[in-house]
């Protein structure tokens, strides 16, 4: 995700609302385990939202490999279930 005034990521997570879901966006710049998560960026799939701002929506392997990186219970749970074990 880009800011729309420069190229670079924003330097903390943002909040997100639609009317089915909520959550918050991440950007390369956080902490993933020491994985270089800046190489899924052109793999990702992207959405304009209003005001310019662009959103990535990351692959779901590359989401899972994320979840594992950082090894958080609840990332190791939602990784397995998306991965149905």
Partial sequence: ????????PPASKVEFTS??????????ALAWGGLSVAEFIPRALCA?????LVVRYLRREDLNRMRRAVGRPKD???AAELEGR
């Fill in 1 to 8: 995700m880009n800011s729309p005034e420069t190229d670079r």
């Fill in 19 to 28: 009317p089915t879901v909520t959550g918050d966006c991440c950007t390369p």
């Fill in 48 to 52: 304009n939202a209003p005001g310019g």
């Fill in 76 to 78: 190791l749970r939602r």
